[in-house]
């Protein structure tokens, strides 16, 4: 049973989302870094896609100097202070501090880091100058996500002029439509970008989706482009009921909530399809949007689960519950609404997963999240020439980040397939580099 | 089951653990409290002439979230009437009549040292103890360290004391000196019963980088003040320990700086310091820390068999020699428990670039655990010491323990390094890198 009651106002909203890693006070903050061993060749660093140098700023954070702590989390990851906050850090830098091997609680890393980047946010501490004339080249973003930004704050440090093109109306990608409310408020992330963009000054041209052909001539006009779009929609299971009104992909569904909150409608007997992070959010959001049972339903057992351990065991505080090795086969609903899933009993036999006969049930519900990945956005990518995908239709780029048309440099989602937030920006900001390279030495090369 | 009470220099006290004089003794009120709480004996706060103080007086040296690691103060003597405080003195006495209760002097003149003596044996203090220390503001008027310093003027005014006095005489000793043993022999040779030390050690604590003032600010002035709390200890040890094994040096001594818990008192005591005397640590945690101080003082002596407190006094003083008495054969080497090991690598950074290359990291970057090199290890401890891992480095003995060589028995055979480039120096076939080899490895670098 959900512990949640239906938020009906925005105080209610932020109370049933609140902050799972809150910012810390300035004296949790000094504690907190007081006990940083400063390893050498530190592990945190290491665990990090964006490569923070951890031990230094969190010695700056010691020492009062948080200008000093934030510029050194900036200069390696552009999305400083959100990473902090979404960061799957048990599994990246506080998995690796050395205190875990002590059964000393590691570091609060992701924390100190918010910590240090929210006091430059909040203060506008001016950090970086970009040169003052621009070296008359221009590059094309398109995406204004964690890999788009990254990449254009690399560039806009580089000389270029930079436009991004983002498709809906507000930028950060999937760090503003996709993360759970309680781990990044709108408000941290829009503070952030605002606090990027005056300091870069790039331009970032909203409701503005390439989709045709002309589009993609005009932007060949700039002297390269960078794709960072993220992934599409839900993919869709091929199962009868399927398109009902109330059975919402996961993504679509976290974006929903994302924008309008407590406005967001959610039923009363939720099941949430999947097995991954964004399933286990989209269990956790709707028990706090105050559904009065919430069942995270997966093909195989709770082991084999992709979602991390810590994001299960948050959805289970929230209320929600694990029905395991049960694959859906009708979404059983009439015109006006969905009154259950049917399911059938699913086994692993020489690790191949098969159905059990005559296990057929139904589990009633009246709103159904599917959280089986997102698609690929095949049809944009289509339009550009030369442009190659692998067998997952993810976009094939090479240690430069650049694609199979060396125009474009491509990162984030789009290259992998769906990773975090810290795995985008770290490929933005590399690309930026080797677009520059290849504008500035030597195209041969490539 | 240990008994605590000592007698020191003919004071009597239920334990060894005295205030030492300092504000936590400005009051009888202070005092009483801190009697009830369970301390032997106090050094009244410094009775004389009384000052006027300034406001603002102390400063703290902060290591990251240790407060108080070091303290220094410029605070003068008392600033209350002499007579208020004979009169709290003699009330006391009147409920803690087992208690000692020593009163601090500084005054100037052979008058007026002989009027304050016998002012406080008349109010009922257990003993005196003179103020030769205080290194701020006093000694500017010829008193405090300025006759601590100056061995004859130190003499001198003792034995205008000890003339009158008929009760025990501390000298307290300043560690504003480079050889402390002089004025500790200028006490004894002037007649005094037992020498305290150290007094606090002349400093600046902090400087206030917004205001360009040091600190403590006062009407955005500052001035030198005096350095005491835990990270004064080490010198403190020091110079307890060069009074007691001075030659001829027989006095009791009652050891001053930096003591907070039970372990530090033992070390004092262990030092050749019949009694101890604690004044940070109280400023900073109340009059409660003696339980600690008791409770583990007490369990040690149990441990160890001792049965009174002077079965203690200067324990270690016999293994405490001059490094020429140290022997040169003597070889230890670190090993480290792979067992224990965290992988911080902070001992192979440590002895990479602070020490004697003598640690290496695996050519698997999977495995954080660092091994000891030991041909290239002198056994220096740095690596043990940096360790944040308890007994996971730990120092082994290499030698077989039959040879015995010291400097000074080289220096009598005359196998010491004598030239410039000696063959017999130590470090003569000790491994170092060419200086080259530094700019091989620059995996720090960022990017």
């Known amino acids: ?446 | 089951m240990a008994n605590l009470s000592v007698n020191f220099a003919g004071i009597k006290s239920p334990n060894p653990f005295w205030l030492a004089s300092a504000p936590p003794t400005n009051s009888g009120y202070q005092i009483m409290k801190a009697f009830d709480a369970g301390w032997g004996g106090a050094v009244w706060k410094t009775l004389g002439v009384p000052v006027i103080n300034v406001s603002s007086r102390y400063g703290a040296l902060n290591y990251r979230d240790t407060r108080m690691m070091g303290f220094n103060n410029i605070e003068l003597i008392t600033d209350r009437p002499l007579k208020d405080n004979l009169r709290e003195i003699e009330e006391v006495k009147k409920y803690f009549p087992n208690n000692a209760v020593i009163a601090s002097l500084m005054v100037e003149t052979r008058e007026q040292w002989h009027q304050i003596v016998k002012d406080v044996e008349n109010a009922g203090a257990d003993g005196i103890e003179l103020n030769f220390g205080c290194p701020h503001g006093m000694c500017e008027r010829g008193m405090g360290s300025a006759v601590g310093q100056d061995p004859v003027v130190l003499q001198t005014i003792v034995s205008w004391v000890m003339e009158v006095a008929k009760i025990p005489v501390i000298v307290k000793l300043t560690p504003n000196i480079s050889h402390i043993q002089d004025p500790a022999n200028a006490a004894q040779a002037g007649g005094a019963n037992a020498v305290s030390l150290i007094n606090t050690i002349q400093s600046v604590i902090n400087v206030d980088i917004d205001n360009f003032v040091p600190t403590p600010m006062v009407d955005g002035k500052s001035t030198n003040g005096g350095y005491c709390g835990p990270a004064v200890k080490p010198i403190a040890l020091n110079m307890v320990k060069n009074v007691a094994l001075e030659p001829g040096f027989k006095l009791p001594i009652s050891g001053i700086g930096g003591v907070e818990n039970w372990k530090d008192a033992v070390e004092f005591v262990l030092m050749g310091s019949s009694t101890v005397q604690v004044c940070t640590a109280a400023m900073h945690y109340g009059f409660g820390i003696i339980r600690e101080i008791t409770s583990g003082f007490e369990r040690y002596m149990d441990e160890k068999g001792f049965k009174t407190v002077d079965e203690m006094v200067g324990k270690a003083l016999p293994q405490t020699k001059h490094w020429e008495e140290l022997n040169l054969k003597y070889k230890v080497v670190a090993e480290i428990n792979e067992d224990k090991c965290i992988g911080c690598q902070l001992c192979y950074i440590a002895c990479e670039d602070g020490a004697h290359q003598a640690i290496g990291l695996s050519s698997d970057a999977d495995n954080r655990k660092p091994h000891i090199i030991e041909e290239n290890c002198v056994g220096c401890n740095l690596c043990s010491l940096v360790c944040p891992v308890e007994n996971c480095i730990t120092m082994v003995r290499r030698d077989d323990g039959k040879q015995h060589l010291t400097w000074k028995e080289r220096t009598e055979q005359g196998t010491i390094p004598t030239t410039f480039n000696d063959e017999l120096a130590g470090g003569l076939h000790h491994w170092v890198p060419e200086p080259a080899d530094a700019l091989k490895n620059k995996t720090l670098q960022k990017n």
């Open chain 1, 1 to 446: 049973m959900s512990e949640y009651k239906i938020p009906t106002t925005e105080t209610e909203f932020e109370a049933n989302f609140s902050a799972k890693k809150p910012l810390m006070d300035k004296n949790e903050a000094f504690y907190e870094s007081s006990r940083c061993l400063f390893c050498y060749d530190a592990p945190c660093i290491k665990a990090c896609p964006t490569s923070i140098d951890i031990p230094l700023f969190i010695r700056q954070i010691n020492t009062n100097n948080l200008d000093g702590a934030a510029k050194t989390i900036y200069d390696s990851n552009y999305f400083g202070h959100s990473c902090g906050q979404v960061c799957p850090t048990d599994v990246l830098c506080e998995g690796a501090c050395v205190y875990n091997h002590q059964d000393v609680k590691a570091i609060e890393i992701g924390r100190l880091q918010a910590h240090a980047t929210n006091h430059v946010i909040q203060n506008d501490k001016k950090l970086y100058t970009v040169p003052e004339k621009t070296n008359g080249k221009k590059v094309a973003i398109i995406g204004s996500g964690a890999a788009g930004i990254a990449c254009a704050c690399e560039l806009r440090m580089l000389g270029y002029t930079v436009d991004v093109y983002e498709a809906k109306e507000k930028p950060s990608g999937l760090t503003i439509y996709g993360i759970a409310p309680y781990k990044l408020t709108n408000q941290a992330v829009l503070d952030e970008m605002n606090y990027l963009q005056k300091q870069f000054g790039y331009t970032i041209k909203y409701n503005s989706p390439i989709h045709s052909q002309a589009d993609i001539l005009k932007l060949e006009e700039y002297d390269a482009i960078f794709i960072g779009i993220g992934l599409g929609n839900t993919s869709t299971l091929g199962i009868k009921g399927e398109n009902h009104a109330d059975c919402i992909g996961a993504t679509e569904f976290i974006e929903v909530l994302r924008m309008q909150h407590h406005k967001t409608k959610v039923g009363k007997k939720v099941i949430v399809l999947g097995g991954g992070n964004t399933a286990i959010d989209a269990a956790s959001e709707a028990a706090r949007m105050g559904a009065e049972k919430v069942i995270l339903a997966y093909r195989r057992s709770k082991e084999e689960m992709s979602g991390y351990d810590f994001e299960y065991d948050l959805a289970k505080k929230s209320g929600a519950v694990g029905l395991f090795n049960v694959a859906p086969v009708e979404i059983i609903a009439s015109a006006e609404k969905i009154t259950g899933v049917k399911f059938v009993k699913m086994q692993t036999v020489n690790s191949k997963l098969e159905v059990i006969k005559d296990s057929e049930f139904i589990e009633e519900c009246d709103m159904v999240i599917r959280a089986t990945g997102q698609l690929k956005q095949v049809g944009f990518l289509n339009l550009i020439t030369d442009l190659k995908l692998d067998d997952k239709d993810r976009v094939i780029v090479n240690s430069k980040f650049q694609t199979t048309n060396p125009k474009y440099f491509a990162g984030g989602d789009v290259i992998n397939g769906g990773k975090e937030v810290v795995n985008a920006a770290a490929d933005g900001k590399v690309a930026a580099r080797e677009i520059h390279l290849m504008l500035t030495v030597d195209f041969k090369e490539f």
